[in-house]
């Protein structure tokens, strides 16, 4: 496996490793509300790779890319806005391997806390990120095509 810094030749791989793993994570959600957010939210405008803390970083396995993270350090603070793997490569350690080099790449952002966004039903996402030392310290929601979904954030202090 091999895991480097997105280009913008990766949108097109980064958008359907996101809609596959919508598809397949989130019953909650009807297909075509899932098709329409991956449309609206995974763009090279949603993840500007040359933004100021902005971390975007792709695995690949034999030339394809299996699972992607983006993340923005800002102040004392670095967000992961996305990690996902696609289904077909869940639990072969790849989204362990993108958090190792996230926390790598964030390290000269000198930042003292990592948070994540998921949605409160997520329990892969609560298990992965819990495994990984993380606690949930609070909640929200987010709105996605017209509907509000309980979200939960993980913080992971460096402190």
Known sequence: MDIRSATAA???AITEVARETWHATYDELEPDVIDRTVDDWYTDDSMPL???GTIVLVAEENGDLVGFTHAVAQGDTA???RLYVHPDHQGEGIGSALH???LEAIDSYDVDRLRSFDFAFNDASRAFYE????EQTDEGEVEIDGEYYPEAVYTFDFA
Do not use: Q, T
Request: no cysteine; net charge negative; hydrophobic share 45%.
């Open 50 to 52: 040359e933004a100021p």
């Open 79 to 81: 967000d992961i806005l």
């Open 131 to 134: 495994g990984l030392g993380f």
């Open 100 to 102: 190792e080099h996230l």
């Open 10 to 12: 990766d949108f097109e």
